[in-house]
């Protein structure tokens, strides 16, 4: 069984190059790709990007404030309030790093689990944000969740594997 | 809390980092009023606050309010009740002055009613020390032509005569007393009699024969035959007839109001003077009335 616990005190590493290109790629492509790709729309790889080095990092306040740059980032890219990606890529980041501490999450399976998972917890704080303080119906859960759930984990479970060859063990 | 935000360092920086962002997410927010959210909440944090002051300070402000209310109302009530009483008393005042004055135009027109009669206007300041006589002071005396015999009367009827008279004060001996005698008719049936008084409040006509009937409620009249009172003026009605040994016994309710006697006037002259006036005819209907 891949989802054990498993308490894991390996942390890893990363130059921050690698940190500040993988969330700028991110970004960008979150940005772009859109464009010429509708499918696309589905990623958020920018959420992919702090629930790997949360995972990765297992260090909560590292991983929610990279959650809160990139989502702040998000919103200002978009146009969205700031703060509403921000909020949820905190709490997802402080999350990632905080379960990654007792869950393997070296593997690829409980990526492909815990990937699904984020994606939805994502949606469900972005819809309660949007729901309470913005006063928008925010989707909650749904097909299209479940898709981009389903996409994510995925991408996720890809993306990590040729992210793993930057990191460095401690 | 150093050592509490030290050991959930982590936890301590999402809740500062989450609160962060929602203040800056509500700052960004403007509600359905165009009211940034930010401010929004800052109402809806200070305003109970505010509200649980204003209550407080209203509550205090009432309660003083409402003391000082019910001061000023006590002090008006009092107030008021003063001027309840000062208005009451006034208007006993003014009831009594009104009915004096009402006693005065009665006085005036019998008196414009005898316009050559010596008929002198007087009030009644005193009355009788003893029960056993039935008399009052009059403030008029013998400076003002006042002499003992002088008819006392009212509007209403006679009052009595004077049987002495004082410088600036009359005594008058009313009709009821028992030492009082007045001549009599009925005026109905011209039966002569004489009214004399019983102490009481009712006066008694004597001589008057058991043959000769008298109605009860008939007038009687003075007959002007004792030579102290005009012929003609109202002495009172009688009340009760019953037949006697050889007189009947008539019960006369006077026509004065002698028990609240206030102002009256006095002939102060002979009986001829009231009677032997042009209007001498007029005058029992205007005494009558």
């Known amino acids: 069984m891949a989802l054990t616990y498993q308490p894991r005190t390996e942390v890893y590493r990363f130059h921050p190059a690698v940190v500040l290109g ?31 080095f949360g995972f990765s990092r297992r260090n909560p306040s590292s991983g929610l404030l990279l959650g809160l740059a990139v989502g702040m ?98 | 809390m150093r050592a509490f935000l030290e050991r959930h360092r982590h936890l301590s920086l999402l809740v500062a980092m989450l609160l962060a962002q929602l203040f800056f997410l509500a700052y ?28 407080v300070v209203d509550g205090l402000g009432s309660l003083v309010e409402n003391y000082v209310a019910l001061y000023g109302a006590r002090q008006e009530s009092q107030r008021l009740r003063a001027e309840l009483d000062l208005a009451r008393l006034r208007l006993q005042e003014l009831e009594a002055r009104a009915a004096e004055a009402e006693q005065l135009a009665a006085l005036l027109e019998l008196k414009h009613a005898y316009p050559r009669a010596p008929l002198r206007a007087a009030e009644v300041i005193g009355s009788s020390p003893a029960a056993t006589t039935l008399t009052v002071l009059i403030n008029r005396g013998s400076e003002e032509g006042l002499a003992p015999n002088m008819v006392v009367l009212t509007p209403d009827g006679v009052v009595g005569k004077v049987i002495a ?62 030579q102290v009172f005009p012929k003609g003026l109202p002495l009172g009605r009688v009340t009760a007839v019953r037949p006697g040994e050889f007189f009947q016994e008539i ?39």
């Open chain 1, 73 to 170: 980032a998000q919103d200002l890219l978009s146009n969205n309030p700031v703060g509403l990606f921000g909020m949820a890529k905190t709490l997802v980041g402080f999350a990632a790093s905080s379960l990654s501490a007792r869950l393997d999450t070296d593997r690829p399976v409980p990526r492909l689990l815990l990937l699904f998972v984020f994606v939805h917890v994502h949606q469900v704080i972005v819809a309660s944000i949007q729901g309470l303080l913005l006063g928008e119906a925010g989707e909650f859960l749904g097909l299209r969740v479940l898709e981009a759930a389903l996409v994510n984990a995925l991408a996720g479970v890809l993306g990590f594997h040729v992210l793993d060859r930057f990191r460095k063990s401690t």
């Open chain 2, 28 to 55: 960004q927010i403007k509600g359905a009023k165009d009211v940034r959210l930010i401010r929004l909440w800052a109402v809806a944090v200070i305003s109970p606050f505010e509200k649980a002051v204003d209550a």
């Open chain 2, 251 to 289: 019960m006369v309710q006077p026509a004065a109001r002698l028990t609240r006697l206030e102002h009256v006037l006095v002939l102060a002259g002979p009986p001829e003077s009231l009677t032997a006036t042009a209007q001498a005819s007029d005058s029992s209907k205007q005494l009558a009335r």
């Open chain 2, 165 to 226: 008279a004082f410088p600036g004060v009359s005594r008058v001996l009313l009709l009821s007393d028992p030492k009082s005698g007045v001549g009599a008719l009925v005026a109905d049936s011209r039966q002569l009699g004489v009214v004399k008084g019983t102490g009481g409040s009712l006066c008694r006509l004597e001589y008057i024969r058991n043959e000769e009937p008298v109605a009860v409620g008939a007038e009687v009249l003075t007959s002007g035959q004792d």
């Open chain 1, 22 to 52: 993988a969330v700028l790629a991110a970004i960008f492509l979150q940005v772009f790709l859109p464009i010429y790709l509708t499918l696309l729309t589905l990623f958020d790889l920018p959420l992919l990007v702090v629930i790997y």
